[in-house]
């Protein structure tokens, strides 16, 4: 297929002839993605290690800080799976995160203490509403999706913060810290900072896990090719739409599983779990540590969670920090840490 | 019937030039957007921030004695000027990515950010006010609009139309409008593009700083007010399709009239809402958006 250099064109990442030197190393990036696991499982198990140690390095605000930084970590994985793998761009992934915790906290409230049919609830809630956006929002193509996502996640913050039933612009106080029955006979006490921390680390492992899986089988393959050249997909007998469909509702349900735990972390909801600060912190995440890794946005969430906290100690100004990083990251690393740390390790390989 | 026309005439007409005036502001703010990404396939998620800028460069520039006058000419060359850094440092360099639609939105972002804090650092979280060089009161027919509004609505008018007069009727159009098309083709016939890029950015940012100066005096001026002008500005200009100027004109008249009438009968933020479902119908219906790009017939 012959490639012209129209604007419109380029809504098909990465398939224009005029490519810099930049962009080659983004795409190596993305390719090699899926390509050398053996580096990657070798990082992902000294990662895991740190997590592990992690909760004894520092007192309870410093485990607390860590299980924020995974939950926000979800958001940004999500956004990676969309991005990465599918060629998506969300601005709008806190969507799902706000309301899985507006769910949540609203359940435990009013309804339940189960914390399975509160995670019911949540998925199939959560799943209703990114089967009927992600329909509407895949049919638009290129940067509208980015657009779509973005206006949608703006209504839902306007709705929770206009709406007093479920407390406005002041959100949701007192959620209960609940008891999880995780097997008949042991329960695990959230009150408990280590166990809230391992509870949420276990969970991320098997999303990690689960996501791996799932992208190394025909699913995966089909996805990658829709991101590198949609138009030529359906020529193989394979049709876009549900692939980047699925693609978003499984995204949807990892940035929702952060937004169910959050309130039980903070013990709070408000309209700005919805908004548009998450959604971009979590592009940011991604960013940094790398899109299509998988175990980049959650090494890039720790990073900049502990970042902000420590700007944030410092000066009022962490929005500029973050601003500048993102900047920074567009211009110089746009592999993120994760590509850095690739291109360090290669070249030393290659000089030995 | 006698009270019909009397709700008409009272409480309807005025919220129509209300909405009348906010509308063409909001078209001079969506007509930069649009005209970037027409040009330069960037969506400036800076946008909003340009025109924050404009708000406050007006009211910095009163402060300093310049008077509304003198601020309403500098503002926009100002802000042109910052669009214009902003298109050399940051979007120049990832224009031959073949991702650069998302690549300059995730620039952009990072780039409001950073514009929205500098403005909090410098003028703080506060609201100022800035003062209209008009304070008198217009009444047609027992209508009552304050002056300074029609002023707004008279310069904003004038604009749209020299706007679209210079894409349509004009050789730099005619340039730009070939440019959208066919850079390359454009390019061969012994024009610099990077110039025709720049040219529109400057126009387009300076478009958002003379909305910024002119709305100051009704809505005052705070950090976040880019932000929320943004988000709207988006709706127009997908309404309209990205790209279009005649689409993005009539989008912004048309969705200032939604919000304007809908918050007569239902509470204003819920008038907001309305707009974004407007919008997000129209992508149902239409993905790309009611009119042509421009350079597309």
């Known amino acids: 297929?012959?490639?012209?250099?129209?604007?419109?064109?380029?809504?098909?990442?990465?398939?224009?002839?005029?490519?810099?030197?930049?962009?080659?190393?983004?795409?190596?990036?993305?390719?090699?993605?899926?390509?050398?696991?053996?580096?990657?499982?070798?990082?992902?198990?000294?990662?895991?290690?740190?997590?592990?140690?992690?909760?004894?390095?520092?007192?309870?605000?410093?485990?607390?800080?860590?299980?924020?930084?995974?939950?926000?970590?979800?958001?940004?994985?999500?956004?990676?799976?969309?991005?990465?793998?599918?060629?998506?761009?969300?601005?709008?992934?806190?969507?799902?995160?706000?309301?899985?915790?507006?769910?949540?906290?609203?359940?435990?409230?009013?309804?339940?203490?189960?914390?399975?049919?509160?995670?019911?609830?949540?998925?199939?809630?959560?799943?209703?509403?990114?089967?009927?956006?992600?329909?509407?929002?895949?049919?638009?193509?290129?940067?509208?999706?980015?657009?779509?996502?973005?206006?949608?996640?703006?209504?839902?913050?306007?709705?929770?913060?206009?709406?007093?039933?479920?407390?406005?612009?002041?959100?949701?106080?007192?959620?209960?810290?609940?008891?999880?029955?995780?097997?008949?006979?042991?329960?695990?006490?959230?009150?408990?900072?280590?166990?809230?921390?391992?509870?949420?680390?276990?969970?991320?492992?098997?999303?990690?896990?689960?996501?791996?899986?799932?992208?190394?089988?025909?699913?995966?393959?089909?996805?990658?090719?829709?991101?590198?050249?949609?138009?030529?997909?359906?020529?193989?007998?394979?049709?876009?739409?549900w692939y980047k469909l699925l693609a978003y509702v499984l995204a949807a349900q990892i940035a929702a599983f952060g937004g169910l735990i959050y309130p039980l972390l903070r013990g709070f909801v408000a309209p700005h779990l919805f908004g548009f600060e998450i959604s971009t912190k979590a592009v940011v995440v991604a960013l940094v540590g790398g899109i299509g890794t998988l175990l980049g946005p959650l090494v890039g969430s720790v990073i900049i969670t502990f970042l902000e906290s420590v700007v944030g100690s410092y000066t009022e100004r962490h929005l500029f920090v973050l601003g500048a990083i993102f900047v920074v990251f567009v211009m110089f690393l746009p592999d993120g840490l994760l590509g850095l740390a690739r291109r360090l390790t290669r070249r030393r390989s290659g000089r030995s | 019937m006698e009270d019909l026309l009397s709700y008409l005439h009272f409480v309807v007409l005025p919220q129509m030039i209300d909405a009348l005036i906010i509308g063409a502001a909001l078209a001079l703010v969506a007509l930069g957007l649009t005209m970037i990404f027409g040009l330069l396939d960037v969506i400036n998620l800076a946008h909003g921030d340009l025109y924050m800028l404009g708000g406050y460069a007006a009211f910095a520039l009163l402060g300093w004695g310049a008077g509304y006058w003198g601020a309403i000419v500098l503002v926009p060359l100002l802000i042109g000027l910052v669009g214009w850094g902003l298109e050399e440092a940051g979007i120049r360099p990832l224009l031959p990515r073949g991702d650069r639609?998302?690549?300059?939105?995730?620039?952009?972002?990072?780039?409001?950010?950073?514009?929205?804090?500098?403005?909090?650092?410098?003028?703080?979280?506060?609201?100022?006010?800035?003062?209209?060089?008009?304070?008198?009161?217009?009444?047609?027919?027992?209508?009552?609009?304050?002056?300074?509004?029609?002023?707004?609505?008279?310069?904003?008018?004038?604009?749209?139309?020299?706007?679209?007069?210079?894409?349509?009727?004009?050789?730099?159009?005619?340039?730009?409008r070939a440019t959208a098309v066919d850079p390359p083709m454009v390019a061969s016939f012994g024009i610099p593009i990077r110039w025709v890029y720049s040219f529109t950015f400057i126009y387009g940012c300076g478009l958002a700083g003379l909305a910024g100066v002119l709305l100051s005096p009704i809505y005052a001026v705070f950090p976040t007010m880019g932000h929320d002008f943004l988000v709207l500005a988006f709706a127009v200009v997908i309404v309209g399709g990205m790209g279009s100027i005649i689409g993005t004109i009539i989008a912004a008249l048309f969705l200032a009239q939604v919000q304007g009438l809908a918050s007569l009968w239902i509470p204003p933020v819920w008038a907001e809402t309305l707009v974004y479902c407007v919008m997000l119908l129209v992508l149902v219906l239409r993905p790309s958006g009611l009119f042509h790009r421009i350079g597309e017939a």
């Open chain 1, 1 to 241: 297929m012959l490639q012209t250099n129209t604007p419109g064109m380029s809504t098909t990442p990465l398939s224009t002839p005029l490519r810099s030197r930049v962009s080659q190393r983004l795409l190596q990036a993305l390719q090699s993605a899926g390509c050398e696991p053996r580096q990657l499982r070798w990082f992902a198990i000294s990662m895991l290690a740190i997590a592990a140690i992690f909760p004894w390095l520092g007192g309870s605000f410093f485990i607390r800080l860590g299980i924020e930084a995974l939950l926000l970590g979800t958001v940004a994985l999500s956004v990676d799976i969309l991005l990465g793998y599918a060629g998506l761009l969300s601005l709008g992934q806190a969507a799902y995160f706000g309301l899985a915790a507006y769910i949540s906290a609203l359940m435990y409230l009013h309804v339940t203490q189960s914390f399975w049919l509160v995670l019911l609830a949540v998925l199939i809630t959560v799943g209703a509403l990114s089967l009927a956006l992600g329909a509407v929002a895949i049919r638009a193509k290129g940067v509208y999706f980015a657009l779509i996502t973005f206006g949608a996640a703006e209504i839902l913050s306007k709705i929770a913060h206009n709406t007093r039933a479920i407390g406005g612009s002041d959100g949701l106080i007192g959620i209960p810290v609940p008891r999880i029955p995780l097997l008949p006979g042991i329960r695990l006490d959230l009150a408990d900072n280590l166990a809230f921390y391992y509870f949420v680390l276990a969970v991320l492992v098997l999303i990690y896990l689960g996501m791996r899986r799932v992208l190394d089988t025909g699913f995966g393959s089909v996805l990658r090719a829709v991101r590198d050249n949609s138009d030529r997909v359906p020529y193989l007998g394979y049709n876009p739409f």
């Open chain 2, 101 to 176: 639609a998302i690549v300059t939105l995730l620039l952009t972002f990072g780039v409001s950010l950073m514009l929205r804090d500098t403005a909090q650092v410098v003028w703080g979280t506060e609201t100022h006010a800035v003062a209209a060089p008009f304070t008198g009161i217009a009444s047609v027919a027992q209508v009552f609009v304050p002056i300074y509004r029609l002023f707004v609505l008279s310069i904003s008018l004038a604009v749209i139309v020299a706007t679209w007069w210079l894409v349509y009727r004009t050789r730099i159009g005619a340039v730009l």
